[in-house]
């Protein structure tokens, strides 16, 4: 497992440590182009199409029916039903805050401003599915969308067998789902975002998927009949710092946690301690022998490495630069360096906050800015699902407070009819 | 000029009136795409080569100097610069309120969760130039750039035999932009997606520009190493709803101070009365002859069209269906209308709020979304210069509390190294 000393590394070295591994787009576009193109000729059919080639879908009824919810509902175990309602309450609790408030400003007597906020009509969400079962983000997605009052909210998601698990169908009907089509991949996205006959388009698209599910968002998302979309999303990541008092045991779990998703998961510890890293990435060998998914996480691991800092603050700056989806803090007094992490999606202070709390429970969104975008983006939020407008309402006399400068300024830009659209509306009482 | 009847389309020819001419970027993609690969790999040197063959660019020094900032302050004329100083006023203050507030809650026992916002630390604005001088354009991007604390804020705008007009610079500056540089078009803003040494690259790009800018911008926006982008730009727009007593001489002047833009301006009017449609266009006959941009008016008039609804109401509905980026509601009690408009980028209430106040000295944003996608977007904020981040905190007691549904829902999406993430932590306890 590599291991380096920042302060032996130059600055291009520091910055190479921060890139992750390029993700060549080019052959996924490739292959998703024609995929958009048919579904945006042919709608549907070129779908279910797609869906029977990629996923062995043959059924005929591609939309979930009430009754495939009122039996989910049913059957759940109710141990799944019990997590996921806790889940449900928290991310409920904790994104009903941030519901936008409307303001208004009185700018100049007789000048008033105001921002009001609307939902989005139509959204779309996509959930990954396959062997996965993911009620988990079915709700980051869709307690958000339901806190804006979205709506449509049309979720896609592959069946297995022609179903769809019951967790998942009991997250989307507690999250107010208007409807459910049994489809995955860059179909799914293509039939979100140009529509089909009888399934009206949505004009943006939220959820994780495989690298052709980002690519299909993506070009989507340049198509002007397209939609947009949430962010580009990558590979999940996680940066632990810790100090000497950490747990090595706890910090290891969190870093496997992470490096279980997947080959391509990132994984980074910073410390300022040489002999807490060592006892970490000892701990790591032993922990990783008894996972399930030892392939996944030990390739994963691949890709680890430590950089051993002088201080703190430069495991910081490090981690600022670096941009994780995720970051722990497992350090004394962590709660103190709170307003020193400038880039980060999520972030866990503390030894017992570890990050598969936050993945499923404690109400934080899960769905969160990967590849240096948490520098740019943050997670999904409720304003996410919804724009902001603008509003103003001029008397004769405010309006002639601000003509100078109106006719100055259009004037300036060569605009003349917008100068006159002032003017006018003036001289006829001269 | 164009005249329909609502109650007499069809449902499909009433979708129909809602769509804006198709703007295929196929081509425009193929040009810039060059461009973009060039300027990633050779940077400011491939950027200068474009900015030579297409703008004629042949200064030895791209970066405008603290001198011509001083330059450009001391000899800007007196009307522009109080005019300027007035909106940037108006601007500062409608702006301010956007500022995102931190929140945190106390889920249960021994859960924290809160919100914070960072700046974007390096943005981007690109100022469109040529025969045009935009400083409102630079208000609009650099004053919210300002409010929310971006580190770099770095402008592109081309320069006109090598020099940038004052009142710009004298924008830029009061901004606080970090560097400006005068260059324009798809080489701006592959520069600032790809940086170049000595010039890091911006994290999101903002700002209007021909389809040759949005292209590259849409491009980049697609590009793991590119930029994020504030949204897709289209032709500017506006919907005006009349009524019988609206001022026909008013509501031609706003009409067409939105035609001289461009002859691929959108301007639609809308009116319960026939009588009032009528006058208005009527006098918009009389007022295109007395202005210089006639020849781009009339030819954005080709597309104009009214359309006489039985009610205020049908026109409402038929406005959130177009989602005009500007709207003016030019009736009697406007104001108690608000909450029915659903999709509008930003919206001008009575007879005395003309678009061009809000286009220059009101305060609102300039910058908005158009092509219908303001039923997806909102124009450019405050917190678009910020990306939210959550933290949390558990106490051992709360974690344990949880622990149970983090347990049941990461065993049910088979990821066992998050179960363990948990458990561990309590097991050695045991």
Chains 1, 2 share one sequence.
Request: proline share 4%; glycine share 6%.
């Amino acid at each position: 497992m590599r291991k380096y000393y920042y302060n032996k590394l130059t600055a291009g070295e520091l910055i190479n440590l921060t890139k992750r591994p390029a993700v060549d787009f080019t052959k996924a576009f490739e292959t998703v182009r024609p995929i958009l193109n048919d579904v945006k000729k042919d709608g549907l059919k070129a779908a279910l199409n797609y869906a029977k080639i990629f996923d062995l879908f043959d059924e005929e009824e591609i939309r979930v029916s009430e009754k495939e919810f009122i039996d989910a509902e049913n059957n759940i175990d109710k141990k799944s039903k019990s997590a996921i309602d806790l889940a449900a309450k928290n991310i409920e609790k904790f994104h009903r805050k941030q519901y936008p408030k409307s303001y208004s400003v009185e700018i100049q007597d007789g000048i008033n401003c105001s921002r009001e906020f609307r939902a989005i009509e139509n959204v779309g969400l996509y959930i990954p599915g396959g062997n996965a079962v993911l009620p988990s983000t079915m709700l980051m997605l869709g307690i958000p969308a339901r806190i804006a009052k979205c709506r449509r909210v049309v979720v896609c998601s592959p069946a297995k067998n022609g179903k769809i698990n019951y967790p998942l169908l009991y997250a989307a009907k507690i999250c107010g789902a208007t409807e459910f089509y049994k489809i995955g991949g860059a179909q799914a996205i293509a039939l979100m975002a140009f529509g089909s006959s009888g399934i009206p388009k949505v004009t943006k698209i939220f959820g994780p998927g495989n690298q052709y599910v980002t690519a299909a968002k993506l070009l989507a998302s340049i198509d002007q009949d397209g939609a947009a979309i949430d962010m580009p999303a990558g590979p999940s990541e996680l940066v632990v710092i810790a100090d000497k008092d950490a747990d090595p045991i706890f910090a290891a779990a969190d870093l496997l946690s992470q490096a279980e998703h997947g080959a391509d998961s990132q994984v980074v510890l910073l410390s300022d301690s040489e002999e807490i890293v060592n006892r970490i990435n000892s701990e790591l060998v032993l922990q990783l022998n008894e996972l399930p998914r030892k392939e996944f996480a030990e390739k994963s691991l691949q890709n680890f490495f430590s950089l051993i800092t002088e201080t703190l603050d430069q495991a910081i700056e490090f981690s600022n630069r670096y941009a994780p989806e995720h970051l722990i803090l497992n350090f004394k007094n962590a709660d103190k360096y709170r307003s020193k992490i400038q880039n980060g999606g999520s972030v866990f202070i503390g030894g017992y906050s570890p990050e598969s709390a936050g993945d499923y429970a404690t109400g934080t969104n899960h769905s969160l800015p990967t590849s240096g975008f948490a520098a740019t983006f943050g997670g999904v939020t409720v304003e996410a699902f919804m724009k902001s407008m603008t509003f103003q309402k001029l008397s004769k006399q405010g309006l002639k407070k601000i003509a100078p400068a109106v006719e100055t300024l259009a004037e300036a830009e060569g605009l003349l009819a917008h100068k006159k659209a002032v003017s006018m509306r003036f001289k006829k009482f001269k």
